[in-house]
């Protein structure tokens, strides 16, 4: 099946700082990227949806200059935290589809991030 | 609006069945997927229906009526492994999923 990799798993970071999360699509090309957070014993809260070459479409009330989303290419987004703070502290998850299909999403494995 | 209902929590026993119900209210419909997902986890597909009945793959079956907007997850055989949130999800007429909020299946010796 297709694979799609996340980057890192987990990171702690300091109020203030930024952090930057990779995705990728390790066996398919992904037209479209998808990010979602998770807070605990939650579901799924989809922040945005990127294609590739375009920017990216942002969920209400979720701000774009806060979390940054680049596309660049078929494998690859990227989610910029910036001027993280304590709320920020969630699990992100990335997921992608594939050119070829309408609708089965690969999940990345996640990332953990934890701001102090 | 956009809906999707599915219970919280639900108890079974190992080696029992279960079956975990769906309903849902969308802006058009592209298909209802269910997935699996373990504490600290991501999601993980289970199965996709976009037509009416039921699919059957190994322990776990899904089930689609379009006209009443419902479907359920069928897991048989019930493994402690099994323990986890299951999570229902319609994609639109964007092909944006819209997701249930996840029925955490706890499973009992």
């Known amino acids: 099946g297709a694979v799609v990799s996340q980057h890192p798993s987990r990171v702690i970071c300091k109020s203030g700082t930024s952090v930057k999360i990779e995705c990728r699509s390790l066996d398919f090309q992904a037209t479209t990227m998808f990010w979602y957070r998770q807070f605990p014993k939650k579901s799924l809260m989809l922040m945005a949806t990127?294609?590739?070459?375009?920017?990216?479409?942002?969920e209400q009330g979720v701000e774009k200059d806060k979390f940054l989303i680049n596309h660049a290419s078929l494998t690859l987004s990227t989610l910029t935290v910036t001027s993280a703070h304590p709320e920020d502290s969630s699990f992100y998850i990335c997921?992608?589809?594939?050119?070829?299909?309408?609708?089965?999403?690969?999940f990345g494995p996640g990332t953990r991030l934890t701001v102090t | 609006g956009q809906n999707i209902d599915q219970p919280t929590e639900m108890t079974a026993t190992e080696g029992a069945i279960v079956q975990i119900n769906c309903t849902y209210q969308t802006s058009g419909f592209n298909g209802l997927f269910w997935y699996q997902q373990h504490a600290g986890e991501a999601p993980t597909f289970l199965s996709y229906?976009?037509l009416d009945g039921l699919e059957e793959k190994g322990r776990f079956s899904s089930f689609l009526s379009r006209s009443k907007g419902y479907s359920y997850l069928l897991l048989k055989e019930l493994q402690m492994k099994d323990s986890a949130s299951y999570l229902c999800a319609v994609s639109d007429s964007n092909y944006q999923l819209i997701w249930g909020a996840g029925t955490k299946l706890i499973i009992k010796p």
């Open positions: 229906n976009v």
């Open positions: 990127s294609n590739e070459g375009s920017k990216a479409t942002y």
């Open positions: 997921s992608a589809r594939s050119s070829g299909t309408d609708y089965e999403q690969y």
